[in-house]
């Protein structure tokens, strides 16, 4: 995996944990802002309507005075907003430095106002004086009326401990000793209890709704569905993208596998289907240039074929009428000359094949070069007798004569531009080379007619021939020149041709890395 790549999705994955921390902190601190400002208003709410439903309040409770500085307010005092919440009955919690303070309006249009440091423990321990007060006044007969009544306005649950079990341990009962209530909770976010003593040695334990929890189960679900509905949508938003891409290469996959071998994958924005699009159509490139290669090459050959099959069933015929020795000795002879034709055509098809079709196993190993020129020079000089090939080497060329190459293959292309140049040239070829520290260069020139600008390309195209003559001294099998390119292309480097400025006929130039390079995709 390329390492740019990596660093972008891991750079967008980090942005997308930010983006999904960032939300899941600001959704929580909204939604509990808004719950804990609902929750400061309905908690205190029973005490609120019990105080407003008292004639004085603050004479009936002084202890609220000094403690939760219980006062009356004037509505004007107050904004318009507070004054109309306070008109529909509702109870108000205000922030400020001092603490939440809780407002209520009563009957008579009062405003009663209580500051609490900490609204739960406050309202609770309020509840608890509240409750010993009226039980210390009640007659034991009645005490059961009263604590139902206390228990359905406070919206508390109160209950005499009659089960010795049910005591709590010893330091809470201490603190009822000295005080006559203790207030105890097991958790921060478990429901608080008040234990109280009364007055004949009765004790009754108040038990306080749950308090406040930011962390409470709704809170927690609506984060993991807000965080796994953005994750869900970069997901759907990231599959989306890949999915229509890889539509699109299946699609042009299809129309491929249908017989339009010139469909094409489009450019594609996404770095990772835009490599899997390329090496598509890499693929589909090749393809379509390999069963071109196979059309033509059924075509060629079939042609190629015919005219030595036809020479041999004229000779067939000829021998079958032939009484003279010598005639039929030469028909024999034309007929194992076919043969020995037809052998080479297939022996070049199969080479050509080979390398058309993804190359042979190349096994590249560090071999002289320059024995391989003269091992060919040598060789053709035995078979083309006619004609002076000539072997011409650059200096120093002996200190960069070891390259990496495939021998026989290696031989075999020069083999191939030696023995044309040899039958095309008037008289004279010339084999010249230079090697240095990074390439290697082998020019072949003869002096013979050369080829045309306009062909320079064309020569190299399988079964081209710029003659039409088909008979076995001249013309060949049009896949020499095709062969040589491949083997350079296998080899890493190229094959051209120009005109030879010294002897004025062709000059075939191979040029490769003298080091094995990296091993090309095929073309």
């Given amino acids: 995996m390329p390492l740019k790549f990596f660093l972008k999705f891991y750079t967008r994955l980090i942005g997308l944990t930010s983006v999904v921390l960032l939300l899941c902190v600001a959704l929580f601190w909204g939604v509990n802002s808004v719950r804990l400002q609902s929750w400061q208003e309905h908690y205190p709410e029973p005490l609120m309507r019990w105080l407003a439903s008292v004639p004085a309040p603050s004479q009936h409770y002084p202890w609220l005075v000094s403690r939760y500085e219980l006062r009356a307010i004037e509505p004007d005092s107050l904004s318009p907003v507070v004054r109309e919440r306070l008109a529909y009955g509702q109870v108000v919690t205000l922030k400020n430095k001092m603490g939440p303070s ?91 209890h008040v234990l109280m003593r009364l007055d004949d040695g009765v004790l009754i334990q108040l038990d306080m709704p749950e308090p406040f929890n930011p962390w409470a189960w709704p809170v927690i679900l609506l984060l993991i569905l807000a965080a796994g509905g953005v994750l869900a949508g970069a997901l759907l938003l990231l599959l989306r993208g890949v999915d229509k891409n ?47 290669v196979q059309r033509e090459m059924i075509h060629a050959v079939s042609h190629e074929l015919r005219t030595p099959v036809a020479r041999i069933r004229f000779g067939v015929q000829m021998i079958e009428d032939c009484d003279n020795p010598n005639d039929l000795q030469k028909q024999l002879d034309g007929i194992d000359g076919d043969i020995q034709e037809l052998d080479e055509l297939i022996d070049e098809i199969l080479t050509y094949a080979r390398l058309e079709q993804g190359g042979p196993v190349f096994s590249l190993q560090e071999t002289s070069v320059t024995d391989i020129i003269r091992q060919v020079v040598g060789e053709q000089r035995l078979i083309h007798t006619a004609v002076a090939i000539n072997e011409v080497a650059a200096d120093e060329c002996e200190q960069w004569a070891q390259s990496d190459v495939e021998p026989r293959y290696l031989h075999r292309a020069l083999q191939n531009l030696v023995g044309n140049a040899a039958r095309y040239a008037s008289g004279q070829v010339r084999v010249s080379y230079q090697l240095d520290e990074l390439t290697c260069r082998v020019d072949v020139e003869d002096d013979g007619p050369g080829i045309p600008e306009e062909d320079w390309e064309k020569v190299f195209t399988a079964f081209a021939r710029l003659d039409d003559s088909r008979t076995r001294t001249s013309g060949g099998y049009g896949l020499g020149l095709s062969i040589v390119r491949r083997i350079l292309y296998w080899h890493g480097g190229q094959a051209f041709v120009t005109r030879s400025s010294e002897l004025g006929g062709a000059r075939f130039s191979l040029v490769w890395p003298r080091k094995k390079a990296i091993s090309p995709e095929p073309v």
Wanted: aromatic share 4%.
């Fill in 102 to 192: 809780v407002q209520v309006q009563s009957s008579d249009g009062r405003v009663l106002q209580i500051r609490f440091r900490d609204i739960y423990r406050d309202v609770t321990e309020a509840s608890a004086l509240i409750t010993l007060l009226h039980l210390n006044r009640t007659l034991p007969g009645e005490r059961d009326n009263v604590l139902g009544r206390l228990a359905g306005s406070l919206s508390i649950n109160l209950d005499a401990l009659r089960d010795p079990d049910a005591v709590p341990d010893t330091e809470v009962l201490e603190r009822v000793s000295e005080r006559n209530l203790s207030y105890y909770q097991a958790g921060r976010y478990r429901p608080a």
């Fill in 246 to 292: 890889l539509r699109a290469v299946e699609s042009v996959a299809v129309r491929i596998a249908r017989g339009e071998m010139d469909a094409r994958v489009e450019n594609s924005e996404s770095k990772l289907v835009g490599r899997l699009a390329a090496a598509f159509n890499s693929m589909a490139e090749h393809i379509q240039r390999l069963v071109g």
